[in-house]
């Protein structure tokens, strides 16, 4: 069983900064897959980003690449989502979510999520 509470959400004007993290209890944390994922009011939850077990690698929505960035500190259990440049469209609901699992962008790969953080983008 993995557990994962995220951190970081709150309200901030475009081209801003903010930094998520997701801290996952559980002793196994460092072969888990990771990824962020988001929803935004009435729409459905959206893949944003994901890593590897140990990082091996680093996946991204095409709508993030480029100001997004995803990292693992295996020691301190927490996969982090720096969010530089920030824009209105990417205000929504931000949930960190767990899984054994290859498939890191699609949201079945996951077993565990977080219950999310608010991100709000003002214009």
């Known amino acids: 069983q993995v557990q994962l509470v995220e951190s970081g959400g709150g309200l901030v004007q475009t081209g801003d900064s903010l930094r998520l993290s997701c801290a996952a209890s559980g002793r196994t944390f460092s072969s888990y897959a990771m990824g962020w994922f988001r929803q935004a009011p009435g729409k459905e939850r959206d893949f944003v980003a994901a890593i590897n077990w140990r990082g091996f690698g680093t996946y991204y929505a095409d709508s993030v690449k480029g100001r997004f960035t995803i990292s693992r500190d295996d020691a301190k259990n927490t996969v982090y989502l720096q969010m530089n440049s920030l824009k209105p469209e990417d205000t929504a609901v931000y949930y960190c979510?767990?899984?054994?699992?290859?498939?890191?962008?699609?949201?079945?790969?996951?077993?565990?999520w977080g219950q999310g953080t608010q991100v709000t983008v003002s214009s």
């Open positions: 979510a767990a899984g054994l699992t290859w498939v890191v962008t699609t949201i079945s790969g996951y077993d565990y």
